[in-house]
């Protein structure tokens, strides 16, 4: 299935989530990350972009080293 990937998208989100070690917590933004509204009443395709995104993330296993 093809996603929108949008930088703040729900996609764009779940794969941030993971990379940053932030939990599980499926939501996006209207536009901007952090510039606009940010939505966490999810319809059932939006939960399937965030957790394809951070299930391919985490596939990958890259994550941000804060060391």
């Known amino acids: 299935m093809k996603y929108d990937t ?3 998208g729900p996609y ?8 940053y070690w932030r939990a ?3 939501h996006y933004f209207e536009a901007g990350t952090y ?3 940010e939505v966490t009443e ?3 395709d ?3 972009a965030y ?3 951070y ?3 985490e596939a990958m296993g890259d994550r941000k080293d804060w060391g």
């Open 46 to 48: 939006e939960i399937q």
């Open 35 to 37: 510039t606009s509204p």
């Open 51 to 53: 957790k394809a995104g």
């Open 12 to 19: 764009d989100r779940g794969a941030a989530d993971y990379y």
């Open 6 to 8: 949008r930088h703040g």
């Open 55 to 57: 299930e391919e993330a």
């Open 42 to 44: 999810l319809t059932p």
């Open 24 to 26: 599980y917590r499926p």
